[in-house]
T-cell receptor
Framework: NAGVTQTPKFRILKIGQSMTLQCTQD?????MYWYRQDPGMGLKLIYY???????DKGEVPNGYNVSRSTTEDFPLRLELAAPSQTSVYFC????????????????FGPGTRLTVL | KNEVEQSPQNLTAQEGEFITINCSYS?????LHWLQQHPGGGIVSLFM???GKKKHGRLIATINIQEKHSSLHITASHPRDSAVYIC???????????????FGQGTILTVHP
């Protein structure tokens, strides 16, 4: 299994440009997540999905969009890049919790380092 | 105040030392996670626990639900343990949290030979 893969690894954007960060997992996980990690700060949840066709906002969704047309793929779209979106982006996936409410182990992709100039 | 606080923020140790990293949280949780982020950036899950204690090799994680506190211990530390250690919680929102995590800021551990 490749686990969670992300592309690209690095990207530089100009202000106002758009791009899509790709995320694919081959573990048949229902749950998928997008996080951003800023220097000296904890990871923040951008969007998450509990299955194909179902997405919802996390803590910091402004400026981003997502879609989930398949179990495997969960792309993150930046429409009008801004310097505040300079960050490292991580995609993660997991099974639903094994017993009611709660969580299961999350598997992370290698990250995408994005710079907006 | 952050819902998940870790201490210390930075920790330097000599090879072989016993290391403790602490995590306190202020919300009800269904589980607490310890993650490791290597200098290359990759993040791996070390432990997920909702009570008691778990051990994996030289790593031990404990949690005290009443005190809302968890510790990660590393015995016989080694330079390859140098990494950022991150505490995260899954909040108990009265229903399923869908695995959403709230993260601490991380503890930067450096182990010198």
């Amino acid at each position: 299994n490749a686990g969670v893969t992300q592309t690209p690894k690095f990207r530089i954007l100009k202000i106002g440009q758009s791009m899509t960060l790709q995320c694919t997992q081959d573990m048949n996980h229902n749950y998928m997540y997008w996080y951003r990690q800023d220097p000296g700060m904890g990871l923040k949840l951008i969007y998450y999905s509990v299955g194909a066709g179902i997405t919802d906002k996390g803590e910091v969704p402004n400026g981003y969009n997502v879609s989930r047309s398949t179990t495997e793929d969960f792309p993150l779209r930046l429409e009008l890049a801004a310097p505040s979106q300079t960050s490292v982006y991580f995609c993660a996936s997991s099974y639903p919790a094994r017993s009611g409410g709660g969580t299961d182990t999350q598997y992370f992709g290698p990250g995408t380092r994005l710079t907006v100039l | 105040k952050n819902e998940v606080e870790q201490s210390p923020q930075n920790l330097t140790a000599q090879e072989g030392e016993f290391i403790t990293i602490n995590c306190s949280y202020s919300v009800g949780i269904s589980a607490l996670h310890w993650l490791q982020q290597h200098p290359g950036g990759g993040i791996v899950s070390l432990f997920m626990l909702s009570s008691g204690k778990k051990k994996h090799g030289r790593l031990i994680a404990t949690i005290n639900i009443q005190e809302k506190h968890s510790s990660l211990h590393i015995t016989a530390s080694h330079p390859r343990d140098s990494a950022v250690y991150i505490c995260a919680v899954s909040r108990n929102a009265g229903g399923t949290s869908y695995g959403k995590l709230t993260f601490g800021q991380g503890t930067i551990l450096t182990v010198h030979p």
